[in-house]
């Protein structure tokens, strides 16, 4: 694969200098710089500048002669940088190159904690590559295969929030966009539009430079309306699956009944066979690891890609009971994580957790045992405050040890008697699996969730 660098350079010289010294370190290809000064002396001067005139045109604007120009053309994928990223990886380049293919549209490293508002943008995972539903726009790699469709487009608004619109543009002609997570920057946060004096210009511009931009293209407009409904619903249901095909539909039906407004996130886990021919008339996200990564794995990537305030999981062979989730959606004034019975499938009886037989809760009560079940509700901000799930362990308790882990953080648990799931249970699966080493794999959940 062919690829080259772009720098948008805009009156911050020293922090252009900072990102092309960064890719000067990194494995050799071209890099360009976009200027845009205002003025020459705020100009940026060295390597392969490519000069845009004084008159202010935008992130958007560069980006709109970036998708025209033949130049870039002759490469497989053009990197755009805004100029205040930093502390950019040595092996930065030599990674991206590793994942790039013909079906990849848009893919960037992951960003350090203040580095992006969007929470997969975050490290989620230890290593690999992982799908997500869009990038922030600061520093990412665009397939070039695309230009002749986003030139349809052009001008893009003068201010940007490029990210969501061109995922959904790529996404919409069958690309996948994707993070790594083997590669972590810096960004500063609208740092270059601070230190060049317009960010106050900037945000109060903003608004109505995408209202007019989605006025002139209809079709841009509702896609980018659907994301953002899809992310302002009431609880996001996360599924995981890994070879449950068979199963998958109902369980996405069970979640479209649920009795609320739900996004429904699922995530597979590299089955034998994608089940997204089976599912993609539903509505769903879908995402898909490029490899097994496990249980623990799957649910935070689909977190991550959700910025919903209550989250449940629910497996890919179980079904939400009518009525359920709306009985522990009615309690959740009660509590950070409100939890019910369970109703095996093939026996009809019912599963109480540990929990509901509490007189008084005390934390450390986790160590005996796991108290609750899977598929509870909870806040956003447990999974947040712990990590998420733990990832060290391909096949685990991975619910005990998490309830165990937000415990100690001190959120509270309520319990509702009411049967919210059913459960399939089947033997040979995974808890079978983990029982022929329990003590073992006990006193691993144990020992972390002491050190938490």
Known sequence: MKICSIICSFDSPKLTDRVYEGLLKNEKHDIFILENSTTKDKMYKKGNVIDLGRDNVGFGGMHDYIWSNPLFREYDFVGIYNNDVFDIPK??????????????????????????????MRRVHKDGVRDVGHVEDMAAFFNTKMFDKLCEYIPFHKYGVLDISLAVLYKREGYRTVVIDDIIMGHMLSGARKEAGVYEEYIGSLGG??????????????????????????????????????????????????????????????????????????????????????????????????NIKWILPLDADDTLREGGLRVLWNEKHNGDIIHGNLLWKNSNNVLKPGLSLQEEYDPDIFLSNNQLLGSSLYKRECWEAVNGYWEDHHEFYEDWDFWGRVAKKGYKFHYVDYNVYNYAGEPGGMCDRLGKNREHNADLIRDHIRQS
């Not at 013909?102 to 904690?113: A, C, L, Q, Y």
């Not at 996360?238 to 009795?259: F, K, Q, T, V, W």
């Open 91 to 120: 092996n930065y380049i030599t990674i991206i190159k590793k994942y790039l293919s013909d079906e990849i549209g848009i893919i960037s490293s992951v960003f350090n904690k203040n580095g992006t508002s969007w929470p997969h």
């Open 209 to 306: 430079a995408m209202t007019k931009w989605h006025a002139e293209h209809d079709d841009l407009r509702d896609l980018y309306d659907d994301y953002l409904r899809s992310i302002s619903k009431d609880v996001a249901i996360i599924i995981p699956n890994y070879n449950h095909n068979e199963y998958l539909r109902d369980a996405i039906i069970s979640a479209m009944n649920c009795g609320l407004n739900a996004e429904i996130i699922v995530i597979d886990d590299c089955s034998d066979e994608s089940p997204y021919d089976l599912i993609k008339d539903l509505p769903i996200r879908f995402f898909r690891h490029d490899r097994n990564r496990g249980l623990a794995q799957s649910r935070n990537t689909a977190i991550a890609n959700s």
